[in-house]
């Protein structure tokens, strides 16, 4: 490329004037002062509208939801301050699946308090990526019920999350990628890897980034993976059968294990020759190819040999083996002296051919495949085992932030690695978490180890970040700011949920259909005092009907509440206020779906013959989903065909005959139906939720200070906020301190739920036996066959 002579940087009077006036106009300027006016001039470099090297800087603590740890059958025996009696790890790290947007989680990784523990657990060494081409494929799922095929679209985040990347065009899929492989590269490890999995769509771009982030000189392989043989695109093109898989490493110290793949059989037949015992061996030349080497006499054949004479002399020596006319690993003539094609090698003592960048021995994954689980995008866990294999070693940390299916997840654990999943979907989080669960249980059969993971999002403190006023206010200002954001946030769920707000009205906020309408908390889960409060204000107004609207109501408040309520003339309908909430455009649009909460009945079985041991029934499940609607499809149905959709708390298969005539019929004839998982936690109170929090953040201060065994913080008289003290979400905060957040984790001990070969579920759980007498919360968690989780809390009494 020909030098830019100096000169042609610097501008003129009359360039920087009119420069100037651009400028002050508020108008675009030339392209040309691109090359000019910056002092990094790169030589190649891909922009897009809006590119910006401004990354997400918050840090939001991890909630942690659950805990799964099939319990180790000898483990208390072989390493017992790693376990507990049962068998589960009490120590060390823990796997981590991440319900979220990556963007938040990545940011709160790379600087918040779990960093700690990623570098303390040696770093994160290898990160593998497969981002999302496509929502159809990504997001909508085959979801089976009874033996039906029901087809579940993109909810509403995913399709939010989907307009963010591809909605936009591919350059809103490049900003999304560019913003988290900058917050990617800062968390990796100095000696770490990336492979960024993409299809042919989009390798150049990705390509260009990539080397823009991790730079050019750390680009490895564009490594093509040949995933079909055929495809049946060929028409006005080529059958598109590779994708593209980026292999860039954090810097010059990443190290690479070189993998093998066997020899081709051509190549055998051509160079190997087959023993009776079926061993393939050779005969190398062992002469010098450069002639450098001195001649000498190696048992009575002089030449100039390859190897030093102590080196020929150690292969003569070699312990003999089945090859005719041979001694050690040495080939002999028919004079009995040694050949110049003299050293013997066998074929299995060879590694193979050292892998190239073209992968062509890896299959695309097909539906009825053992590990098929039922997503779309799922690759095949060879895939993942090559990689991982290549740029990790047994006991590093590696991480996947578009797990879908939880490939990478499955593969890690199974190769003795730690691992960070994350994914936005609900449906992915709950695919891999039975994945996982599998998982373990093989391991658990096969008598090696496992680690135990843990399920956890931002959920309440994105919530939180929400009303955040960061900024230099005074605390006066500081409060209008809070008052103000408060508002503005009711009026938008108001608006979401179609309600008219009240004026002038001290505690419900807004009306719809006759029924008024509160909003519960939002940084904490609705409680019974809340209830309690509302039923009063109610009574105080006459008002009969109300509906409650919250993002989180406590464990066990359902369905009791509701009986009280009605006893007391008031109907009471509990809604969940939905994340797609915080989302304007799909306020305005109207798409925004408020579900009503579903219940769970667990039931107790104790033991006639042993006090301290009993079972627990899960006994009924109701859900009331409102989605969809069974007029709509039975007028857009072609003739002859049928869909599945969701209405009044059921599922109905709507069919149209050849001659127009519609018939429809419910699936879910029974609550069991609903049920893709249930899992128990035998004493819920036993582990307490301990967040790290940057020192003097408010994020749940009263939560801290809830009083011992309440599941919840005292509720404040500000139902929007719930705190006195609104949260602060911190940019790259060094100091952290613990805090109780005033819940527990969940800690799944015993679970029973479908997979996609075997559909039955038991109902009742293994027998647990408690150590000590006393009264214990047993939790129970159910999650239905679209991905939602409901819990609720039973009190036993044994002993
Ligand atoms: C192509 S799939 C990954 C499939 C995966 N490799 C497997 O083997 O199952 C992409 C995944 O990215 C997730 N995703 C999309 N946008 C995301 C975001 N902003 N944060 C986290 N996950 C996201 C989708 O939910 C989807 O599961």
């Known amino acids: 490329m020909a030098k830019i002579p100096k000169e042609a940087y610097e501008l003129s009077d009359a360039e920087k004037r009119d420069l100037t006036q651009l400028i002050q106009q508020g108008r675009p300027l030339p392209e040309k002062y691109r090359f000019i006016l910056f002092e990094d001039k790169r030589e190649v470099e891909l922009v897009w509208n809006g590119k910006t090297r401004d990354v997400c800087t918050t840090v939001l603590p991890f909630q942690s939801l659950e805990h799964v740890d099939e319990p180790r059958k000898e483990a208390p025996e072989i390493q017992s301050d790693l376990f507990d009696t049962r068998g589960r790890q009490l120590k060390g790290w823990t796997n981590k699946l991440i319900w979220g947007d990556n963007k938040l989680i990545l940011s709160s990784l790379k600087s918040g308090a779990l960093r700690r523990q990623i570098e303390d657990a040696g770093g994160l060494k290898l990160i593998y990526i497969d981002p999302p081409f496509d929502v159809g494929a990504d997001f909508s799922m085959d979801i089976e019920i009874g033996g039906e095929t029901f087809h579940k679209e993109p909810n509403l985040l995913e399709q939010i999350a989907y307009r963010d990347t591809w909605g936009r065009g591919a350059d809103s899929f490049i900003a999304m990628i560019y913003e988290r492989l900058i917050l990617m590269r800062d968390l990796l490890a100095e000696d770490g890897s990336i492979y960024v999995h993409v299809d042919s769509r989009l390798n150049s771009s990705v390509r260009l980034v990539m080397e823009e982030v991790f730079g050019k000189s750390n680009y490895r392989n564009e490594i093509t993976w040949v995933r079909a043989a055929s495809h049946n695109d060929a028409t006005d093109q080529f059958g598109k059968v590779k994708d593209c898989i980026m292999y860039f490493a954090r810097s010059e110290k990443a190290h690479l294990n070189i993998q093998y793949v066997p020899y081709s059989a051509e190549y055998i037949d051509a ?142 654990e199974k190769l003795g690695r730690k691992w960070i999943c994350t994914d936005l979907g609900k449906f992915a989080i709950h695919t891999t978490r039975k994945r996982m669960i599998q998982v373990q249980r093989e391991a658990k059969d096969a008598g090696k180890s496992f680690r135990a993971f843990e399920v956890l999002n931002l959920g309440r403190y994105e919530r939180q970040a929400y009303l955040n006023v960061g900024g230099r206010l005074s605390g006066k200002q500081k409060e209008q700011a809070l008052a103000q954001k408060e508002r503005e946030f009711r009026d938008l769920i108001l608006r979401a949920y179609r309600a008219e707000p009240l004026e002038g009205e001290p505690f419900f906020h807004g009306k719809n259909a006759g029924r008024l309408v509160v909003i519960g908390p939002i940084n904490l889960p609705v409680g019974r005092l809340f209830v309690e409060e509302v039923i009063t204000e109610c009574r105080k107004r006459g008002a009969s009907r109300v509906d409650m609207l919250a993002f989180e109501f406590e464990m066990g ?55 301290f041991t009993l079972q627990i029934e899960l006994t009924d499940f109701s859900v009331y989903y409102t989605q969809g609607a069974a007029e709509a499809a039975a007028a857009s149905l072609k003739d002859g065909k049928s869909q599945v ?43 307490r939720e301990i967040i790290k929090v940057a020192k003097d953040a408010g ?72 150590t000590q007498a006393g009264r214990y919360t047993v939790a129970v968690k159910v999650i239905d066959i679209f991905g939602n989780d409901t819990m609720v809390l039973v009190p036993v009494n044994v002993g």
């Open 271 to 412: 160079e190997w020759r087959k023993l009776p015992s079926g061993r393939y061996y050779k005969a190398e030349n062992m002469l010098d190819p450069r002639g450098s080497m001195k001649f000498f006499d190696f048992h009575g054949t002089v030449a100039r040999w390859r190897a030093t004479p102590e080196n020929m002399e150690a292969l003569w020596n070699a312990p003999q083996t089945e090859v005719p006319d041979s001694h050690g690993r040495i080939k002999l003539g028919k004079d009995g002296n040694p050949i110049k094609r003299c050293r013997i090698m066998f074929l299995d003592e060879m590694l193979g051919v050292p892998l190239s960048d073209n992968w062509s021995d890896i299959a695309y994954l097909a539906g009825g495949s053992k590990e098929a689980a039922g997503y779309k995008t799922q690759k095949p866990e060879a895939l993942l085992e090559r990689i991982i294999k290549a740029s990790s070693n047994e006991g590093d940390l590696v991480a996947d932030f578009f797990v879908g299916s939880g490939t990478t997840a499955a593969v890690a």
């Open 557 to 611: 408040l359902f369905p009791a509440v509701l009986d009280e309520a009605r006893q007391k003339g008031i109907d009471l309908t509990p809604k969940q206020i939905p994340p797609e909430v915080f989302d304007k455009r799909a306020v305005e649009k109207g798409q925004v779906v408020f579900f009503d909460i579903s219940f769970i009945e667990a039931t107790p079985r104790y033991n006639k013959k042993d006090k």
């Open 645 to 687: 959709v969701c209405e009044q708390g059921q599922l109905i298969k709507v069919s149209k005959n050849k001659d127009g005539i519609v018939t429809r019929e419910t699936l879910t004839k029974n609550w069991t139906d609903w049920v893709d998982y249930w899992a128990v936690d035998f004493d819920y109170m036993s582990r």
């Open 699 to 770: 994020t749940e201060k009263q939560a801290a200070d809830a009083p011992e065994g309440s599941a919840k913080p005292p509720e404040g008289l500000n139902p929007l906020s719930g705190s006195a003290k609104p949260p602060v979400p911190t940019e790259s905060p060094t100091e952290f301190e613990e805090r109780w957040t005033g819940s527990y984790i969940f800690e799944n001990e015993w679970q029973s739920f479908r997979t996609r070969k075997n559909r039955d579920l038991e109902f009742i759980s293994a027998p647990h036996t408690y």
